[in-house]
Every structure is written in structure tokens, then in C-alpha cells.
């Protein structure tokens, strides 16, 4: 081989082991996307903060048994309790959330000891979820360890719940034209309450929407937004901003933004509430205990699910509605509790509420939806 | 004899398939609508899709199919229009009819919303066709009582009938 | 040869004659036809031609002999409308126009009432709007009488009669103070069409609850829900309980069983408990003894 | 044996003068093949070998080419190179049966060119495709194999005419290697890599595993045009300038990427090469190299632009501007290993074993270098984020391309290495060798083959029969659906119905913003996009109202809950309750929506007639003999029996 040829060998081949080795150390943003946290899988745990981030990237690409093995107080818990915290026992949102992303903040740090908040942003079929960890962290030798703080969902032992629940079925007539024969009565539902404000991002619709009828209906609130002219500037509706399944003389919130639009455009709302029969049940009853109100800052309206039915409640949504000392509605807020509710078990959420709507919240009411299902994978 | 006949009828029967311009439409006012209030959109939806009808049934009659009457028409007007087809069908007779004018009035417009019905004195003209051989074209004017009934898009013709002026 | 070409041409006018008179022929038609009777239509003339009656509503086509009584019994035109008539011989076309009006016997109602659920004791709160065909569903234009009626375990029967205008007449009746189904019946000569409506509690008027210790919690429970009129709230109904107390608040809405709600909920000393249900407000407790 | 040694050398009498078309041929080469006259090739043979006598334009200098391998490596003689027959006779043996089987149908996108191929077969003039993304111009990609596809299937169906236009890009990949090999290696050495690309990992796991059949289509087509690019440039041959640049345009209507890409990876190199042999026999002045290079790529250059022109305005007036969805072949394959064996274990197979040997030899022999390092740039863009390269060559089309075919590029310019290798190996371990190459060649494909059953591209194999049904009556095909969990049976399921959808499996032909403003890939396989596919999903039902979505069908529970909080009903279920169908009330029927993207009829038109015209005049010239060479093969002594393909193609 030539001395050009052998040099030229030698170039590409370190050329390509370099190139491989810079891509691995720095990866390009769509390579760390593809490995999730696990792009800094290279990092030694020689530092508080690269414990925690280790154990977060093995928490995101779900290695159960490698994060549970990392953690400083294992000896406390099994490898199942500990991703049964992370991932719930019973299906809820838990179950089927990738990580997103996640953050982290030394909070102190000593020699042999420091503390790190971990903020894990889950995301889900419903929106994403923030969980909140702070985590001791110890030194053992050149390494670091995480001590996790367990929550230890609690487990429904085996019982007979009778079941005594109210539930409406509907029979239709049928598809044939037979003009003039009865169908039965699409239920009355109402708009109680309907306000429009300008935020920073567009403008909110909110209000409350009331069956005033003595069967249960299925919801759904449309707005249409007019100009000065009369042509219809947008129609959005409120898609999980409400509660759809509304029980006869209960009442739901609604909220329905317009994005990129401002109130001054608008001359007026249409607003087009529908309603149909449904097949429904009264059950499950979930109960809002200790409900309070936080103001700014973090203004937040927090409280406890707590399913007072047998049946074990996948995913509950919470819907807040917040009134000024004048009783006029102010905000709608919305929350999905990322734990399945299990009877008699509380569960705790908090829904934030923006700065400047918490000073001038007076009361406020809240309400929730569930959804069970064991095909919920 | 013959041939300038065919001629004639030949250029009429151009004439009236090309000549599709929209009919004239006269809407009397509804201000004594009742017994439940017409909203201006409803009017309009309402006289739309009538005229539409016309264009279907047109359509239908022409070509023989009774499938082009399902997006316009329902119920018993449907069956009829439907089963008159079936009877030039199997006669094999087709039926060309071209409206050129309304004057609509509509004269009731039910409490719960469910039905509309409108008076039609229509200007239109008729071509019979037997074995694909024009027999005669006439100019008709006459009164249709239709009704209307909304369904999930639109409003369909249930009721479609010509009454003695 | 002059002659016998003269008996020729002779012939053949002769022969051609009625040949000629054939192509000629008149439509005698009827000026209006009722539903479904028996009519007929003349011609004149001689020969073969073919009768054309055409309508929106019905087509018909016959080999007619001109000159003869074309015949059309019972039945054959049924529906109601404009006709051309058009008489096609070899050679000339007749045509003429008639109407089939509708048959003045009613033969079938459509029954329009709405809703069918309601609300009770609401005025004008049910509508009746009544169609009116003969046998032949065509719709009669003749004015007629329609009688509608009210009428069933909860109330006194209510009665009114209308005319038909254009081949419908409507009304509007109010619904009893008594929840229950009604019945609500159109009439014309023989004719009648029947709704069955419901009649359901209106909104609430009277909501009371009590509340007892039951272990570490409050047993809180309402009297049987009624609307102003006496009639109890149906089971389902939700009735929400709020329990406000030092910088804190519960809520729990709950079904009406066998009309009464009852829940468990905190039991926090001086707590105010208050009940709703839809967006009438019962009474509030003090917990605590107070009331 | 006595009548096998006559019949050997009859067919050598027959091969020093004229060119054999008779089927007859195959069974001879393969009784040769099996004697192992491939391997031990007469004496005459082996003299003949070791000076070749130039004997054809796309080989100018074979024996200094020869010479400089021959002397370099082996001091055993030359054998006979394998016929190319038996190569093609050993791509019916493996491919035949597997396509047979309808084995693409399961990979990831085979259903994707079935798809369009459909809407081709109705709509050959109308490029606009409502069944997608509430409308869609198939402008947007080149449809040479979707055409050709439609044309054939009207004889024997979509599915299997899938699988014949897939073969012949098969058997054109072996004769493009070949004749592309020849402009590097000897005629020995261009037939292992031709054999070597039957069982290419790469190829296998683009026609089995990821169903690229514009890229496997594409390929051939260049690889064929490149061999007539060097003897224009070299020679000014105007006939290799015609015919080369009918392949490169119908290459180009196959699939634009390939010949984009396929300018710099293959086509440098080549002209590279030129400059290397220019001193050699006749002579190519720079200036004439320049002018022919030029003129060669101003002419495709039109012709691409006036045949691909629906594309370029659909291009220009829509740029691709949506947000990147990621690919996991833009992985780093060291981080994320799982897709390090699905994008370079699988393709390369054996061929990781050689890269050794391809540096080595690509860096000792000058005019391998070109060669080398259009290789190695293939190679390291193909690695996807394993390295810089790829974001730094590509810049934003990193984000856009998926890094597979670059891999595949990639082992394509690699086999004229193989090829070598082979031969090298050959010479010196004699049958250990054979029987080795034999077992790499076999684990390689049938891994790639096997690829997609061991990662299939849905894990659950059901049929989507019944929804289309579903959607077909009833009036059901009025409103809009999406599928939600179906992963790539949404091709299979849009040539079944008559609905219309919101989702597609083209992104770049989408324009609804709720669609293009997320990182999100295919509706129906959201939650696998992460946070920008759920959004897009959520985005997508809130506007249901606005594209007439009513219909939802679940296969994947996993979604329940959005559609249940957010106002949808569960009206029927299909397949043994194992798809549920949702609904949302006062959604009106759907309308047509992205108007003004539909693209004008005479661009239709030109769609229909330019891109499968280019196609048949590149067949139609590439078909007419080359006479010239026939004569000198006629007088020249030579072992070459095999080099004239295309004239017996003709023939």
C-alpha cells in the first residue's frame, strides 16, 4: 500500500471513530429525542446532580430495574412498589405517561449529602402532568444515590361493593321514516351564566350549562364569535372544558378559547348549546373533600378525590369554577388526576388558576367526570 | 314534412337542455309566517334547497333514475316522484321539465319548527319523450303546495303536490 | 289509357280518404278528477294513436283507437296533481291539461306534538300540528275540521278544534300540574292519530336536608325533593351538598334514591353545609347545633 | 461428465463471439457454476484473464485496472466472472418466492405506494386525493412506481402487481450493480457485487421491512444511468448521452431524493473517475470534460424540471415548513442501540465485516478513491445522529429525510468493494471461501428478510375489512374519520373505502396547520410522537366540526380517554368488539377543504402523461442495440459473455 493510501486509510478511519464519538458525546437534538433522557447514558453519577439525572433518563425510558437498582435506600421498597409509584397499581394515566421531559434544582448541598427537587413532566392522551419529587441524595464512595421517597399506592383488598346505582338506557325507534311518529324528547338543558373575557392569548368563553330536564344528556357547548358585520369570526367549542355527561339538574362549566383573537374584533357571541339522550349511570359518586382555595402566588385550588362507589375510577377530571364577591363567574379551570381513584381512597389534585384571576376570587365550586374502563391499557 | 320537424323539435330540445338559466324567483313577503317566527337564515335555507329540488327532480325525471331525488326530497313526496319514475321507466317514457319561474309564498311554518310549507305558482316547461323521440313539450303554470322538513343537513320536500289554480 | 289512369288516381283518393281523416283527432278531457275515481277521456277520429298522461305524481301510456272512449276505473289515478294529457297519432299530436284533485274523505293524519316530555303546568306548552290526507296520501287542500284533545290521569281533558288551511291545522294545549302520561289525539271524521306525552316534575321548590353524626362523619340527607306543585323530583335528580368550614370546603353531588339524597361527609365543628340542586338553593346547616 | 465438459465448451466456443439469448444459458451456467468452472475456469480462460483486452465502453481500462488489482492482490490467476444469468437465476430463487408470499405487504410503507397507486388507477389525470388529509395533491411525490404500479395492476391487481414492479426493480438493481461495478472493478469481481446485491441486507430491508419501493426503484434506475454518464463524458458518446439521461429523468420521476442525493454520492464519483482514466487511450481534455459534464446536467436538469413540474410548484408554492417529525433513524445508534441494529445491523449485515477491506483498498488504489469516499459520506450520513455528518451535509433535510437510504446508498457503492473481496477471497481460500461468503450472504439476507417479522411495523396483524365496510354504507362516507391505533393499515384501509380522512401516512402532503404545526407523524399513531402527536390529535378533534370528522375508530384503548372528556360517543363495535367506533353529534358532512392546493387540470395532465412517458422513452432507447460494440465483440477474443445484457434484453 502506497503512503498516501495508508494515510488516507488511516484519516478515514479516525476521522469516522471521532465523528462517531463526537455524535455520541454531544448527540444532535434528534438523536437525544430518539433517546430520550437516555442521551446521557455516558454520565458517570459522580455528582448529586447527575444521579438524579441518570436516574430520571431510567425512569423515562421506563429500565425499572436499572433506576431501582441506582437508588440509595432500595433496601426499603421492592423494584414493583417502586414503579408502581411512578406507573400506579390500577390503570390511570400513570400507566401509559412517557416522559416528556424533566427538570431538576439543587435545593442544598453538603459533602456527603444534598437535596434535588425533580419536577417529571408526564405526558398523556389528556395533556401532560407534573410530578414533583424532592429527593435526598447521598454519597457512597465516588458515586452518588438517590434516596427515592416512596408513595406507596395503597391496594383495594378483595371485598363485595353492592352495587345499587341508578342508570337510564334510551330505545330508539328506529331508523324508518315514519313522519310524525314520536321520538323521544332531546333533553332541555340551559345556558345560566355565559362570560366572555380577553386574555393574552385570545379570547375565553365561559359559563355554566344546566339539564334541566329529568333525564341525563349528553352536552356539548359550540360558540361562534361575530364581527361588526356580522360574519362569523371563529366557531370553537369546548371540547374537555365541560363535564358532557350531565345528570338531570346538574350543572357544568364550560370554557372555550379563541385563539388569536381579541374581544375588541367581537360584536357578539352566538352561542349554541346542544343536547342528546344518553345511556348513563348516577355512579360513580365522587365526593371533592378539603377543598381550599391557595392564593397568588401558585394560586391554586386544591382538594381530595375521594370515590365513595365499588368501582375503581381510571382517570377523574376535575372541573373548578371560581365567582368574584359578586357571584359572577371568573374562570373556568380544569385538572386530570393522574391516579386512579379507589374506593373510599382519597386522592389528592390542585388546579392552578391564573395570577390575576386568583385576587378576585371569592367561591368557587367544583365538580368531576370519570372514566372507567378495563380495556384501558 | 318530416325532416323540418325533426329539425324544429331537434333545436328545441337543444335549446331547452342548454338553455339552463336559473328560473326566475319571486319570494312574497313572510311578515304573516305563523304560527312560529321565521328567521331570515331559515327563509333562505328553506327557498334554497325548494329550488334545489326542482333541479333534482329535473334531473331524475330526465335520466330516469330515482336515486337523484334522495338528496332533496323524503318521505311520501319521495315515494311518489320515485314511483312515477319506475312507471316512465318500465314505459319507456322520460320526461324533461325545465322550471322557468317561481312566485313563493310560504304560508305556515309549524310551532315546533318541524315542518315549513310553501305555495308555488311555477312556470315550467314539460318534454315527453318516448323511446328517446320528442312527443311533445308543453309550457305548464301551475300551484304546488310543498312542505318541507328539516333533517340533519338541510330541508327535504315531503309533501309535493299541484293543486287547481 | 287516360281512362284507366283516372280510375286510378280515383281509387287512391278514395282509398287514402279515411287514411287522411284518420290523422285528425280531438282530446275531450275533464276539467278536475278526483283521487282515485273512475273517468274517461274522448277522442275523435279515426286510427291508431297512443294517449300519453303525464304528471309528476303518476305516468301513464296506452294504445288508444281515436274515435273511441279511453276508460280509467277506480284507482288507476291516484295521485294528486297537474296532468298534460298529449294523444300522439301518426302524424298529429293533441294535447290537453287536467287536474286529480285529492279525495275529500280524510284518510290518514300526520300528527305532529311536541314535545313528548315536559314540564308540568306550563301554558301553551304542547303543540299539535295536524296534516290531513286522503287514502291515497294525497294531501286534501279542502278546509276541514280537526279536532284535538288532551287528555289523562293528570288533569281535566282540554279540547279545541281547528280548520285546515292549505291541508294542515295546528294548536297549542298547556300541560297539567300533575306529572303523568297524557294522551293527545287528533280527530277528522273517521281519522285519528294518538301521542302518549310525558309529564314530569318541574323545577324544584321545596329542598330541606338534615344532617347526624354517623361515626367520624356526617350523615347529611334531604326531605323527598318536590317541584311547587307537589310532584317529587325523579330519582337520578342531583343534588349537591357543599360543606364550607375553616379554610376549607367539600362538595358531593349525588343522586336522588327513592327521592331523597343522603352522603357522608366531613364533620367539621361550625361547618355550613348548604344543599342545591340545579340552581335552586335549600336550607344551610351550622354544624355544631346550631341551625 | 464427459458431455458436461462438451457442453462447457460449447458455451465457450458460442460466448468469444456472439451474444446468447437462449434460455438454454441458464441451465449451462449453472451446471458450469456448479462444476465450479466459475471457480476454476480453463487455462485459456485464465491466460485471457490476466490480460483483457479492452472489449467495452463502460470498462476503459481494464487491463490497467485489472492490472493494478491483479498485481496488488492476488498473484493467483483470474476465473471467469459468474454469468449473469445465474445472478438473475438467484434472484428469482430468493426473491421470487418471498414476493410471492406478499411478504412487503406487512412492512411500513408498501401499503403507502399501494395506496397511491390506487388513486392512479381511478384518477390517472387527477392528481388531488381527498382520502387524505381532507385532501392532498399526490404531486408532491414522484410517481413513476405508483403509475407503474396502477398500469399492472389492471391486469393482476394492486397487491401483486406491487410485488412485480418491485421484482423487476429487483432484477434491475443486480444488472445496475453489475454494469456500475464494471466501471471500478473487473467483470469477476462487478458479478459477485451484482450476486452480492440479490442478497444485499439493505435492499432486503428496504423491500421486506420498510417497502421503499420509490428508492428501490429509484436506484436501479440510477445505477444503470451512471455506466452511460462515463461513457459521454469519457467518450462523447451521444447515444450513451441519450440514454443516460432518459434513465436519470425516469430515475428522477421515481423518486427525486435518489437522484438529488445520488448526484453526489454516485454521480461525482463517477466523473471523478473520468478524470482519473482521462490519459488513458483516447483522450478526454478538460474542457470537453467539462462541456459534456455540463451539458449532461443542464439537459437532465430540464428535463427533470419540465417532467417533475407539478412537483417543483407544489414545492414552491407549499414548502415543506411543518415541524420535523422525529425518525429513529436519526438516532444515535451508540445511545439508542435498539435502532443501531434496525438501521445498521440489519442493512449492512455481513457487509460490517468488509469495511475493513473497503478502507483499506478504496484507500491504497487511486482511482477506488472517488469511490471511497462517496461511500464513506453515504455511510456516515446513513449513520443517521450516530455523527455530526449528517446535520452538517444536510442541514434542515435532515429533519425532514429519513438516514435508511443513505445506508442503503451506501452498501450499493460498497459492492463493487465486495466484489473485490470476493474475488480476493476467492483466489486464495478457494471453497472455504465460497462456503463463507455463501453463509454471510444467506445470514445477511435472510436476517434483513426475517427483520420484519422479528420487528414487524405493527405488532398486531388484523384486517381493516370490516371498517372500511363500516364506512361504505349507510352514508358514512359523507363525514370524515380517523383511526386511531391502526399504525400503517391506514394505506390498506384508504384503498378500501370511500371516506375520506384527516390522517395520511404522506407528511409532506399534508397542509392542515393542526397537523403541520406539531412534531407529529401519522394521527392514527400519536402516542407515539409524545407530547407533539397527542397535541396534534387533540388539535385535530377540537376542529371536527370544520373538516366533518365524525367517525373515530379505536383499535388502541389507550386513546379512550381524550375521546371520552372530549365529547366523542361510542356508537358500534367492529371485529369481535376489538375496534370501537366513536361519534360526535352536529358534525357537519364534509366538505373540500385546502382548495386552492388542488392542483390545475393541465398539471394533471403533465402528471399523467410525462413521468411514465419518461419512463417508456428511457426503455424504448436504452433497448436500441449497441451496434458498434456488437461488432467489436464479434472480433475480439474474450471471456466475456455477459457484459451485453441490455442487447439481449433487446434481443
Given at each position: ?188 338543558v340551559r345556558i345560566v351564566d355565559m362570560h366572555p ?8 368563553i365561559m359559563g355554566e350549562l ?9 352536552v356539548t357547548v359550540k360558540a361562534t364569535l361575530l ?8 366557531t370553537e367549542d369546548s371540547?374537555?372544558?365541560i ?11 364550560f370554557l372555550i ?9 367581537v360584536?357578539s357571541v352566538h352561542m349554541e348549546p346542544s343536547a ?102 | ?165 | ?291 | ?651
Open positions: 500500500m502506497s503512503r498516501i493510501g495508508r494515510l488516507l486509510a488511516i484519516v478515514i478511519t479516525a476521522a469516522t471513530v471521532a465523528l462517531i464519538v463526537v455524535g455520541t458525546i454531544w448527540p444532535v437534538p434528534s438523536a437525544v429525542a430518539m433517546a430520550g433522557s437516555g442521551a446521557t447514558l455516558l454520565r458517570p453519577s459522580s455528582s448529586p446532580q447527575a444521579a438524579v439525572e441518570n436516574l430520571a433518563a431510567e425512569i423515562g425510558q421506563q429500565a425499572w430495574e436499572k433506576a431501582y437498582s441506582s437508588l440509595a435506600n432500595k433496601s426499603e421498597f421492592t423494584e414493583l412498589e417502586f414503579a408502581r409509584d411512578l406507573t400506579g397499581t390500577y390503570p390511570s394515566l400513570r400507566t401509559y405517561a412517557t416522559l416528556d421531559s424533566f427538570d431538576l434544582r439543587p435545593l442544598h448541598a453538603s459533602a456527603d449529602e444534598a437535596q434535588v427537587q425533580l419536577k417529571l413532566r408526564w405526558s398523556t392522551v389528556v395533556g401532560a402532568f407534573l410530578d414533583t419529587r424532592t429527593l435526598r441524595v447521598v454519597r457512597t464512595g465516588d458515586r452518588w444515590g438517590v434516596l427515592w421517597p416512596i408513595v406507596k399506592e395503597p391496594r383495594v383488598p378483595p371485598q363485595v361493593i353492592p352495587v345499587n346505582y341508578l342508570r337510564w338506557d334510551v330505545i330508539y325507534r328506529g331508523p324508518e321514516d315514519d313522519w310524525g311518529s314520536q321520538d323521544v324528547e332531546a333533553p332541555h373575557v380577553d386574555r393574552s392569548a385570545g379570547v375565553v344546566l339539564n334541566e330536564d329529568v333525564v341525563p344528556a349528553f364581527a361588526k358585520n356580522g360574519s362569523a369570526i371563529a371540547f374537555d372544558k363535564s358532557h355527561i350531565l345528570l338531570p339538574k346538574q350543572v357544568t362549566p378559547r379563541f385563539q388569536n383573537v381579541a374581544l375588541s374584533e360584536d342528546s339522550l344518553i345511556a348513563a349511570s348516577a355512579d360513580p359518586v365522587i365526593e371533592i373533600e378539603d377543598q381550599h382555595f391557595n392564593p397568588a402566588p401558585g394560586a391554586a385550588l386544591s382538594g381530595k378525590l375521594v370515590n365513595q362507589s365499588g368501582q375503581v375510577v381510571s382517570v377523574a377530571h376535575v372541573l373548578g369554577t371560581f365567582y368574584d364577591k359578586s357571584g359572577q363567574l371568573v374562570w373556568v379551570a380544569d385538572q386530570y388526576v393522574d391516579r386512579a381513584l379507589l374506593p373510599q381512597t382519597p386522592v389528592s389534585f390542585a388546579m392552578s388558576i391564573p395570577a390575576d384571576i386568583a385576587s378576585k376570587v371569592s367561591s368557587e365550586r367544583a365538580i368531576t367526570t370519570a372514566y372507567s374502563s378495563g380495556r384501558f391499557q | 314534412m318530416k325532416r323540418p320537424f325533426v329539425i324544429v323539435c331537434s333545436l328545441f330540445a337543444a335549446i331547452f337542455a342548454l338553455g339552463s338559466d336559473p328560473p326566475a324567483v319571486r319570494v312574497e313577503p313572510t311578515d304573516s309566517v305563523g304560527p312560529r317566527p321565521l328567521e331570515k337564515q331559515t327563509r333562505t335555507a328553506v327557498i334554497r334547497d325548494y329550488l334545489q329540488a326542482w333541479r333534482g327532480l329535473s334531473g331524475a325525471f330526465e335520466q330516469n333514475r330515482a336515486d337523484l331525488l334522495d338528496p332533496d326530497f323524503v318521505g311520501a313526496a319521495k315515494e311518489k316522484l320515485a314511483e312515477t319514475i319506475r312507471e316512465q321507466a318500465t314505459q319507456g317514457i322520460r320526461t324533461r321539465y325545465r322550471d322557468s319561474a317561481h312566485d313563493l309564498q310560504v304560508v305556515f311554518y309549524s310551532p315546533e319548527g318541524l315542518s315549513i310549507q310553501l305555495i308555488d305558482t311555477v312556470e315550467y316547461d314539460v318534454q315527453i319523450l318516448d323511446d328517446d323521440k320528442v312527443q311533445t313539450t308543453q309550457h305548464v303554470r301551475a300551484r304546488y303546495v310543498a312542505v318541507l322538513t328539516p333533517t340533519e343537513v338541510r330541508w327535504k320536500v315531503r309533501i309535493f303536490q299541484a293543486e287547481p289554480k | 289509357m287516360r281512362s284507366r289512369f283516372t280510375f286510378l288516381l280515383g281509387a287512391l283518393v278514395i282509398t287514402a280518404m279515411p287514411l287522411a281523416l284518420a290523422q285528425t283527432g280531438s282530446l275531450h278531457l275533464p276539467g278536475t278528477v278526483e283521487a282515485g275515481s273512475a273517468f274517461s277521456i274522448q277522442s275523435t277520429g279515426n286510427g291508431n294513436a297512443v294517449l300519453y298522461i303525464v304528471g309528476l305524481g303518476q305516468v301513464v301510456k296506452r294504445k288508444v283507437q281515436l274515435g273511441q272512449t279511453v276508460s280509467f276505473a277506480p284507482g288507476d289515478l291516484r295521485s294528486a296533481g297537474h296532468y298534460l294529457a298529449v294523444l300522439v297519432g301518426d302524424s298529429s299530436t293533441e294535447n290537453g291539461a287536467f287536474d286529480v284533485t285529492a279525495a275529500h274523505q280524510p284518510g290518514a293524519l300526520s300528527f305532529l306534538a311536541k314535545p313528548s316530555r315536559l314540564a308540568v303546568d306550563l301554558h301553551d306548552g304542547i303543540s299539535g300540528v295536524v296534516y290531513v290526507f286522503d287514502a291515497f296520501q294525497n294531501l286534501v287542500l279542502a278546509t276541514t275540521q280537526v279536532s284535538f284533545q288532551l287528555s289523562g290521569v293528570a288533569g281535566a281533558t282540554q279540547t279545541r278544534t281547528a280548520l285546515t288551511h292549505n291541508g294542515v291545522a295546528w294548536t297549542k294545549m298547556d300541560s297539567a300540574a300533575k306529572e303523568g302520561s297524557v294522551q293527545f289525539v287528533a280527530r277528522v271524521g273517521d281519522a285519528a292519530s294518538t301521542r302518549v306525552m310525558q309529564l314530569v316534575p318541574g323545577n324544584p321548590c321545596h329542598l330541606r336536608m338534615s344532617a347526624r353524626p354517623s361515626g367520624q362523619r356526617l350523615a347529611v340527607e334531604t326531605e323527598p325533593v318536590r317541584d311547587c306543585n307537589g310532584n317529587a323530583l325523579p330519582d337520578g335528580t342531583i343534588v349537591t351538598f357543599t360543606e364550607r368550614y375553616k379554610g376549607g370546603e367539600s362538595t358531593v353531588d349525588v343522586p336522588l334514591k327513592r327521592g331523597v339524597a343522603r352522603t357522608d361527609m366531613p364533620a367539621y365543628g361550625g361547618a355550613k353545609i348548604s344543599v342545591a340542586t340545579g340552581v335552586f338553593v335549600g336550607n344551610e346547616i351550622r354544624w355544631g347545633g346550631e341551625r | 461428465m464427459r458431455d458436461l465438459q462438451a457442453s462447457k465448451r460449447g458455451t465457450q466456443s458460442v460466448t468469444t463471439g456472439s451474444v446468447d439469448c437462449k434460455a438454454l444459458r441458464f441451465v449451462k451456467g449453472l451446471l458450469r457454476w456448479l462444476d465450479c468452472g466459475g471457480l476454476y475456469p480453463r487455462k485459456a480462460e485464465r491466460r485471457r484473464a490476466v490480460i483483457q483486452p479492452e472489449i467495452r465502453g463502460s470498462n476503459p481500462r481494464p487491463t490497467n485496472r485489472k492490472g493494478v488489482v491483479q498485481r496488488t492482490e492476488s498473484i493467483a490467476p483470474t476465473r471467469g466472472p459468474i454469468p449473469l444469468s445465474m445472478i438473475f437465476l438467484a434472484a428469482f430463487v430468493v426473491h421470487l418466492p418471498l414476493l410471492l408470499m406478499k411478504l412487503p405487504l406487512k412492512s411500513y410503507d408498501a401499503n403507502f405506494h399501494i395506496f397511491f397507486a390506487s388513486h392512479y388507477l381511478h384518477n390517472w389525470f387527477d392528481p388531488w386525493n381527498p382520502k387524505w388529509y381532507a385532501g392532498f395533491s399526490q404531486t408532491t411525490y414522484p410517481p413513476l412506481p405508483q403509475q407503474w404500479l396502477a398500469l399492472v395492476s389492471r391486469l393482476i391487481g394492486l397487491d401483486m402487481a406491487y410485488m412485480a414492479v418491485q421484482f423487476i426493480a429487483i432484477l434491475l438493481l443486480a444488472l445496475g450493480v453489475y454494469r456500475f461495478s464494471m466501471l471500478w472493478v473487473d467483470r469477476r469481481a462487478a458479478a459477485f457485487a451484482a450476486l452480492a446485491s440479490v442478497f444485499l441486507g439493505s435492499e432486503c430491508f428496504l423491500v421486506y421491512s420498510a417497502g421503499q419501493l420509490s428508492t428501490t426503484f429509484a436506484a436501479p434506475l440510477y445505477l444503470n444511468a451512471l455506466p452511460y454518464l462515463f461513457q459521454w463524458v469519457r467518450h462523447g458518446k451521444w447515444r450513451s448521452f441519450l440514454k443516460g439521461g432518459a434513465l436519470f429523468v425516469a430515475a428522477a420521476a421515481a423518486h427525486h431524493a435518489t437522484l438529488l442525493f445520488g448526484s453526489f454520492l454516485f454521480a461525482v464519483p463517477v466523473l471523478a473517475l473520468v478524470i482519473f482514466d482521462r490519459q488513458d487511450g483516447e483522450r478526454v481534455s478538460i474542457p470537453a470534460f467539462l462541456v459534456r459534464s455540463g451539458s449532461i446536467i443542464l439537459v437532465v436538469g430540464a428535463a427533470v424540471a419540465v417532467v417533475l413540474l407539478p412537483f417543483w410548484i407544489a414545492l414552491i408554492h407549499y414548502p415543506v415548513t411543518q415541524t420535523p417529525i422525529p425518525h429513529p433513524s436519526r438516532a444515535n445508534y451508540i445511545l439508542s442501540p435498539q435502532w443501531g441494529l434496525n438501521y445498521f445491523v440489519v442493512p449492512y449485515g455481513a457487509l460490517i465485516l468488509a469495511l475493513p477491506f473497503i478502507f483499506l483498498r478504496g484507500s491504497s488504489i487511486a482511482r477506488l478513491r472517488p469511490l471511497l469516499l462517496g461511500f464513506w459520506l453515504a455511510f456516515l450520513v446513513g449513520l443517521g445522529g450516530t455523527t455530526p455528518v449528517g446535520r452538517l451535509v444536510l442541514g434542515r433535510a435532515f429533519d425532514v429525510l429519513t438516514m435508511e437510504r443513505f445506508s442503503y446508498w451506501a452498501t450499493l457503492l460498497a459492492l463493487p468493494f465486495v466484489g473485490l473481496l470476493a474475488t480476493t477471497l476467492i483466489d486464495r481460500f478457494q471453497l472455504r471461501a465460497v462456503a463463507g461468503l455463501t453463509i454471510a450472504a444467506g445470514l445477511t439476507c435472510a436476517l434483513a428478510v426475517s427483520w420484519a417479522t422479528y420487528r414487524p411495523a405493527d405488532a398486531a396483524d388484523f384486517k381493516v375489512n370490516a371498517v372500511a365496510s363500516w364506512l361504505n354504507r349507510d352514508g358514512h362516507d359523507r363525514y370524515r374519520y380517523v383511526t386511531l391505533g391502526f399504525g400503517n393499515k391506514i394505506s390498506r384501509l384508504a384503498v378500501l373505502t370511500n371516506a375520506s380522512s384527516v390522517d395520511g401516512e404522506w407528511n409532506s402532503g399534508r397542509m392542515l396547520p393542526e397537523l403541520t404545526q406539531f412534531g407529529g407523524g401519522a394521527l392514527t399513531s400519536s402516542k407515539y410522537f409524545g407530547k407533539p402527536g397527542l397535541d396534534a390529535l387533540s388539535a385535530i378533534l377540537h376542529h371536527a366540526d370544520r373538516y366533518g370528522l365524525k367517525w373515530v375508530f379505536v383499535k388502541d384503548p389507550y386513546y379512550e380517554p381524550l375521546l371520552v372528556f372530549g365529547g366523542w360517543r361510542r356508537v358500534d363495535d367492529l371485529e369481535d368488539k376489538t375496534i370501537t367506533v366513536w361519534s360526535k353529534e352536529d358534525v357537519p358532512p364534509a366538505i373540500a377543504v385546502n382548495a386552492p392546493q388542488i392542483p390545475p387540470q393541465w398539471q394533471g395532465l403533465l402528471w399523467g402523461i410525462l413521468p411514465i412517458g419518461s419512463s417508456i422513452l428511457a426503455l424504448v432507447l436504452v433497448l436500441i442495440p449497441e451496434r458498434r460494440w456488437h461488432r467489436q465483440r464479434v472480433v475480439e477474443p474474450s471471456t466475456a459473455d455477459e457484459n451485453l445484457v441490455l442487447q439481449r434484453l433487446a434481443s
